[in-house]
């Protein structure tokens, strides 16, 4: 897809303005980012001021290659070495002890840094044009949404959420749907390798690696805003309920369902979710903005099976029900 002319034109223009320090919004594999030069403090700023987020919530730097990860972490477990091989290009974060060299604004006064190498094929073109040879260039990148909100899977939603105000490369729908699994390797001797944000990696696989399941978070874990009980959220209240109760569903509320069907009389849209996690996972947040849009009194979510391959898109749902109902 970047091979042609004009893509890679528009891929090193945008390149190029992330070298004079502006914002470019990206597709990756799992949702858009909102990307600056990591090194560039007043950049890094810029996407604190658009998104509206605290300060002190560190971002994700994306890299064009695992080999650049000396840069940034000062101490590699071997572990994270057989991840990163198994797993990179891909949808898993991982979080380090931090490089000396990390500016503060990176990572919110915490002493860890965020790595990720994304696999879609934009993304990698755009880090690549960045990076050049040099291992010590990343880009920051939060999801590119207005702190709380529904990240966006599409370059349109990135326009819903920002209007005109930032360049976006339009990399078509995100394949995975929703955030990267977040893993941190940070205090391995210690604690072990800790899950702090599920994402559509099956557990298992990690575990494989590890040796062990990764554990929940402590209370010393490094902060993630994404576990803040409220994110993720529609401005239409959204509850998450069991599949026997949406028969009581009133005609005036949305329902995105995978096993019950419309009932004629109802009025507001009720839409069937797919079976399958991955495919429910890539539409998850377009199927949330488009409910969100309908003036429906609340929105009901049948609540998925439990299992541990649903842990991503469940922890999405039930933070976007507790953070639902505030129209901004
Ligand atoms: O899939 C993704 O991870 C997307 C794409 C764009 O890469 N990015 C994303 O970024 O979801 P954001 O900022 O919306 O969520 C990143 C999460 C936040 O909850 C943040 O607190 C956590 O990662 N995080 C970042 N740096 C961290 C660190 N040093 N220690 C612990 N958590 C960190
Ligand atoms: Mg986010």
């Known amino acids: 897809m970047v091979d042609e002319g004009p893509e890679r034109v528009r891929i090193e223009s945008a390149a190029q303005r992330l070298r004079d320090g502006h914002l470019v919004a990206f597709p990756t594999e799992t949702v858009y980012g909102l990307g600056a030069d990591a090194r560039n403090i007043r950049a890094v700023a810029q996407i604190f001021a658009l998104k509206g987020r605290p300060a002190d919530h560190p971002l994700i730097v994306h890299l064009a290659r695992a080999a650049d990860v000396m840069a940034w972490a000062r101490k590699v477990p071997d572990s994270a070495r057989a991840l990163m091989e ?3 290009p891909g949808p898993l974060t991982l979080v380090f002890a931090r490089h000396a060299s990390v500016p503060d604004a990176i990572s919110g006064g915490q002493d860890t840094i965020a790595l990720r190498c994304p696999a879609h094929p934009v993304a990698q073109a755009l880090l690549q044009a960045f990076a050049g040879n040099a291992p010590d260039t990343g880009v920051a990148a939060p999801s590119a949404n207005r702190f709380g909100r529904v990240s966006p899977t599409t370059a349109m939603h990135v326009q819903e959420e ?3 105000r930032v360049f976006t490369l339009d990399g078509g729908a995100c394949t995975v749907g929703i955030e990267s699994t ?20 099956d557990l298992d696989a990690l575990a494989a690696i590890l040796g062990e399941l990764p554990r929940r978070p402590d209370r010393h874990a490094p902060r993630v805003p994404g576990a803040l009980a409220a994110h993720y959220s529609p401005a239409t209240p959204l509850r998450l309920v069991a599949a026997d109760s949406l028969a009581q569903a009133p005609t005036d509320v949305a329902v995105w369902s995978r096993s019950v069907s419309s009932p004629r009389a109802h009025r507001v ?4 979710a797919p079976q399958n996690v991955e495919q429910y996972a890539r539409e998850l947040y377009a199927a949330l903005r488009r409910l969100d849009t309908l003036g429906a009194r609340e929105i009901w979510v049948e609540r ?3 299992g541990k391959d649903w842990a991503g898109v469940t922890d999405r749902l039930e933070r976007a029900a507790f953070g639902s109902g505030n129209p901004s």
């Open 86 to 88: 198994r797993f990179w």
């Open 162 to 164: 920002f209007g005109d």
């Open 182 to 201: 977040i893993l941190d390797l940070s205090r391995t001797e210690s604690v072990g390798p800790v899950l702090l944000r599920p994402g559509i990696i």
């Open 269 to 272: 849209g009720w839409e069937r």
């Open 304 to 306: 998925p099976p439990e």
